[in-house]
């Protein structure tokens, strides 16, 4: 059985996303701020370590708007090499019913998600990663959600897309890691208890 793991950028105050969508806070300097080379680093390991990635539909437009050409853009870092070639690379689920066409690697599922991921983590194989607020409220209603990857930036923002959401009932969680990055950013790993 594969485990699916949930890790985002979040403000302070609970957001993935300020109101508009906006994610300039994510780099833990200010807006429109870059993250650390460590905490990119960070993010690539982890990238590096999941057989499949599910996507929600905003989220699936922001990454394949930036990385399917990132590792030829002419000031990309090494990490955003191997970031761009590693999301070309990786299979990909994309989740909408609005969209009609997705590439790099990825297949569409217009049906019932909930359905599709836990079809999905009843396979054998490595962990998969899932993004994007709405898709994952969905699984993390479900019960589908084995880990919580918290990247907390210190900002708060007031409002805009949560990284939790409402539940019908509680969700009991180890912590199992904790590590801290430049900018006072911090990354809080939680482990549900089955």
């Known amino acids: 059985m594969r485990k699916l793991i949930f890790g ?51 989220l699936w437009e922001a990454m394949s708007s930036s990385w399917p050409d990132g590792d030829q853009r002419p ?19 994309v989740f909408s019913s609005t969209i009609d066409k997705v590439d790099w690697n990825s297949r569409l599922v217009t049906g019932d998600a909930v359905a599709e991921i836990t079809r999905l983590k009843a396979e054998d194989g490595g962990p998969m990663s899932i993004g994007g607020a709405t898709l994952a409220g969905a699984a993390m209603r479900a019960g589908l959600i084995d880990e919580y990857v918290l990247v907390t930036v210190p900002v708060m923002v007031g409002g805009g897309t949560p990284f939790f959401t409402a539940l019908d009932n509680w969700v009991n969680l180890n912590l199992v890691e904790t590590r801290t990055f430049p900018g006072g950013v911090t990354m809080t790993r939680y482990r549900t208890r089955r």
């Open 8 to 58: 985002m950028n979040v403000t302070l105050d609970g957001y993935t996303a300020a109101t508009g969508d906006d994610i300039g806070w994510s780099g833990g300097d200010g807006p429109d701020s870059s993250p650390s080379a460590e905490l990119f680093q960070w993010w690539l390991d982890q990238e590096l370590a999941y057989e499949l990635t599910l996507y929600g539909r905003k």
């Open 75 to 93: 000031d990309a870092t090494p990490a955003e090499i191997e970031f761009a070639r590693n999301w070309r690379d990786t299979p990909k689920v």
